[in-house]
């Protein structure tokens, strides 16, 4: 039977796994605990007016010196002095006594000081509403990004990037030990008329993507929990001369996270990782498919009441920006410690790896590029009040490009003060839904 057979069975079993019942422990991750989680939120923001609970926040981000603000990509060197600044909110109105509405906004301003053509204005926004109840927890949100970011390893310059996406997600807390969620997203991706190196990015990058996920939780104690997670997902690209690249990708993994804040006692250990494997496979046939074990993960481990260390990593396929390498394998992993100097100072530190592969190859391409990463960065964090928080911080960050043996070096120093804050996109703590 053929793998991408093999992995569409799975993700069938997970979806009957509903019907599959566990021991049941004195507590455990409840759609009911959710439902609290999201109503606590109302009496906590600090604007109230009627029914409208509202929350802000203000964001003075990345002040400072850029050594290079093209990281190599011009062939000379463009230092600046840069900041970013806006404000975003987020408003919660209760519809009825479990549906909830939210939306968020988001506006931010990106300044330079000599390169005056890299300014830029971006815009996040998100609506949602909340279904509610013990067993049960359902979701619908629309969300529009357009904003003008680093793009990906192979071009580290800023591009505008327009995206419109829908989420869709239905919990049912079938036990006391388990749960199982369904998911389906669908997202738009615009890329104006942005070029590099003769490369139109709109022709070659735009495009849509659907994912269809099962989720099925088990946690035997309020400390940590496992899940598995099935997924299918669609590449469809806009226009005909990449078409090529529209490809089908099967995906199972599994994990494990750890849930302190159900504990009240606390735990040594915050996070959680995944791991497993994902199949492409490309509708044109002269492409041959590709797999590999991908997955990501965050855990920081408690010492001592001053010290924390930390790991993460992150492995998985990207769209790639050339019409004859159809993806790239980006993995990141890396790590630091935080100490905790006092109830208001942390100094902490930062060393993170990475590096892109090219599963696909195409006749013409005898070695295709590839890029490793090296980053290591300091910070002093320092709470000045009850919602404003400065931290400063440096990094310094090496990109050597294969088989030219070519090495870029960029540092950055500076600082950012923020003024209060919002719960964000996801309200709920359900981080296995990646």
């Avoid at 330079?112 to 998100?126: C, L, M, P, Q, S």
């Avoid at 022709?203 to 997924?231: A, M, S, V, W």
Wanted: glycine content about 8%.
């Amino acid at each position: 039977m053929k793998l991408e057979k093999i992995a569409a069975c799975l993700v069938f079993l997970l979806s009957l796994s509903a019907f599959i019942t566990f021991p049941a422990p004195a507590r455990a991750q409840s759609a009911n605990w959710m439902t609290t989680s999201v109503l606590g939120l109302l009496p906590a923001a600090p604007w109230k007016m009627g029914i409208l609970r509202g929350y802000r926040a203000f964001t003075l981000g990345n002040a400072g010196y850029d050594s290079d603000i093209y990281y190599g990509f011009r062939g000379e060197e463009y230092p600046d002095f840069t900041f970013t600044a806006g404000p975003s909110f987020q408003w919660f109105v209760p519809l009825k006594k479990l549906i909830i509405f939210d939306t968020y906004q988001q506006l931010q301003g990106a300044f330079y000081v000599k390169n005056e053509k890299e300014k830029a204005f971006n815009y996040r926004t998100h609506a949602q509403v909340h279904f509610l109840s013990k067993k049960f927890y359902g979701k619908t949100a629309l969300f529009y990004n357009n904003s003008r970011r680093r793009f990906s390893p192979e071009l580290i310059l800023n591009i505008r990037e327009e995206q419109l996406a829908w989420d869709g997600l239905m919990l049912w807390q079938f036990s006391r030990s388990g749960a199982v969620a369904w998911q389906l997203r669908t997202a738009r991706y615009n890329y104006s008329n942005a070029e590099y190196e003769g490369i139109s990015l709109d022709r070659e990058l735009n495009r849509r993507e659907i994912y269809g996920d099962t989720f099925l939780y088990f946690q035997p104690n309020p400390k940590f929990r496992f899940f598995l997670n099935g997924q299918m997902g669609f590449y469809n690209f806009k226009y005909i001369e990449s078409k090529i690249k529209d490809s089908w990708s099967y995906a199972v993994l599994g994990g494990l996270e750890f849930t302190p804040e159900l504990s009240p006692t606390g735990t040594t250990f915050q996070g959680g990782f995944s791991i497993g494997y994902i199949y492409l496979d490309p509708k044109t046939p002269t492409y041959q498919p590709a797999s590999d074990i991908v997955g990501n993960g965050s855990v920081s481990i408690t010492l001592s009441r001053w010290l924390t260390a930390r790991g993460y990593y992150a492995r998985n396929f990207s769209v790639s920006i050339y019409s004859s390498l159809l993806h790239y394998l980006s993995t990141i992993y890396g790590g630091g410690l935080t100490f905790r100097l006092s109830n208001r100072v942390s100094l902490g530190n930062n060393l993170t790896f990475g590096q892109t592969e090219y599963p696909f190859e195409r006749e013409g391409w005898a070695t295709s590029p590839a890029y490793k990463f090296i980053t290591l960065s300091a910070n002093l964090g320092i709470r000045l009040g009850k919602e404003w928080n400065f931290n400063f911080f440096g990094n310094m960050s090496q990109r050597k490009i294969f088989p030219a043996e070519q090495k870029l070096n960029r540092y950055f120093i500076g600082f950012s003060l923020t003024f209060g804050s919002v719960p964000g996109e996801n309200v709920l703590p359900i981080p296995s839904l990646i």
